[in-house]
């Protein structure tokens, strides 16, 4: 069993700045790719970004020059560096990962921007 927990989210201001974390339950970040999703009120889930084993990195053309994905394989962290905020950004942010066929979820932490 795989646990992910997400942290970071806040209220900020449209033009602004967060950073979050998503930590894993155990050792897995040198074997597992990870992403980041998002999903809105009254909006689908949606695949934000994308980082793979070695670090190669991949994003949604929403996110894309300002959203940096990345990872602490020795700490299991996965973190995703948010700028130039836009109140479109407002969303529960969640972390994921494939392992042995599952598909694993944290709870999700809420980004609020205000504009």
């Known amino acids: 069993q795989v646990q992910l927990v997400e942290s970071g989210g806040d209220l900020v201001q449209a033009g602004g700045s967060l950073r979050l974390s998503c930590v894993a339950s155990?050792?897995?970040?040198?074997?597992?790719?990870m992403s980041w999703y998002r999903q809105a009120p009254g909006k689908r889930r949606e695949w934000v970004a994308f980082i793979t084993i070695g670090g190669d990195t991949t994003y949604a053309d929403s996110v894309k020059g300002r959203f940096t994905i990345s990872r602490d394989n020795a700490k299991n962290t996965l973190y995703l560096q948010m700028n130039s905020l836009k109140a479109e950004d407002t969303a529960v942010y969640y972390c994921n990962t494939r392992y042995r066929n599952s598909d694993y979820w944290g709870q999700g932490t809420q980004v609020t921007v205000s504009s």
């Open positions: 155990r050792n897995i970040f040198g074997i597992v790719n």
